[in-house]
């Protein structure tokens, strides 16, 4: 009774919702009879809808769409155990429900991740101001310090490798690679 036919044809405009209801309830009285094989067919009859639904609830929002895509399956499944098969729109009123989860899931989500607050309060710092590693090569390029030495700044400054380990690389003592630091940073500092 299920097959790839079958599944195309209730998706088409043509088919009417009447023929769309009978398969729904025959889906519905699976699930709930048949275990969770009818179940997953279901979910994956219902696909279509499902993804159109949850790209809608997803427009415009930057929070985590697998915790709502989840919730969406979630109040799918729990309708599908609910759901009266003999009113119209089964599918429907699953996909209702689907809705009605992930709105809830977002909403809560979006309480506890966004910051509402009455008008901004902080400027930008005063110019200039960037990335620090651009800082370095502006810095370079300005013969304020050499490669080297924006090479051992941004290393064990900006990327936490240990001084030890530069010095190595360099060919030079630690010793003798954190005076060179210590010496670039005063004299980019005085510029």
Do not use: K, N
Request: a positive charge.
């Amino acid at each position: 009774m299920f097959g790839a036919g079958t599944v195309r044809a209730i998706h088409r405009r043509a088919t009417p919702p009447a023929v769309r209801d009978a398969v729904w309830r025959e889906l519905v009285v699976r699930a709930r009879r048949d275990g969770p094989a009818w179940v997953v067919a279901a979910v994956g009859v219902a696909m279509p809808g499902l993804v159109a639904a949850a790209g809608a609830l997803a427009a415009g929002w930057r929070g985590d769409r697998a915790d709502v895509d989840a919730e969406m399956l979630v109040g799918f499944v729990e309708r599908l155990r609910t759901v009266d098969v003999d009113a119209p729109r089964v599918c429907g009123r699953l996909l209702d429900a689907a809705v009605r989860a992930g709105r809830q899931a977002r909403a809560a989500e979006g309480d506890t991740t966004a910051v509402y607050v009455g008008r901004a309060w902080s400027w930008p710092p005063p110019r200039p101001w960037d990335h620090p590693d651009w800082v370095l090569q502006r810095a370079q390029r300005a013969a304020v310090i050499d490669a080297d030495e924006a090479a051992l700044i941004g290393a064990t400054r900006l990327e936490d490798v240990p001084l030890a380990e530069v010095a190595a690389a360099l060919g030079v003592s630690a010793q003798l690679a954190s005076s060179w630091r210590r010496a670039a940073e005063r004299q980019a500092g005085s510029r």
